[in-house]
């Protein structure tokens, strides 16, 4: 099983950018997936997780800026990250963790950067 990040990149202040995680080797709906997020020198951060239920929670500093979304028929989680901030950059991971929090997958990570 492996999960796979994307659409990392550059952004303005304000701006938007769309991360994309593929799962393959298992099927998504089997999962919780997290999104985690690692500036330089500070810890990993809970950023979003999408429950098998679709329960979506959210950070206290990205709830109401970012929009995370499952579409199990593509194996696909995606995360809407919008009115940007230069505190957003940072390595954005994808995480799967199984029903019974028995696996754990983690992707490679992606990087954001949000320049002014």
């Known amino acids: 099983v492996q999960v796979a990040e994307s659409g990392g990149g550059l952004a303005q202040v304000g701006g938007s950018l769309r991360l994309s995680c593929v799962m393959s080797?298992?099927?998504?709906?089997?999962?919780?997936i997290n999104w985690y997020r690692q500036a330089p020198g500070k810890q990993r951060e809970l950023v979003a997780s999408?429950?098998?239920?679709?329960?979506?929670s959210y950070g206290d500093s990205v709830r109401d800026r970012f929009t995370m979304t499952r579409d199990n028929s593509e194996n696909t989680v995606h995360l809407q990250m919008d009115k940007l901030r230069p505190e957003d950059t940072a390595v954005y991971f994808c995480?799967?963790?199984?029903?019974?929090?028995?696996?754990?997958?983690w992707g490679r990570g992606t990087q954001v950067t949000v320049t002014s």
């Open positions: 995480k799967a963790r199984g029903v019974y929090g028995d696996v754990e997958y």
């Open positions: 080797g298992s099927l998504l709906n089997l999962f919780t």
């Open positions: 999408n429950t098998t239920a679709s329960e979506v």
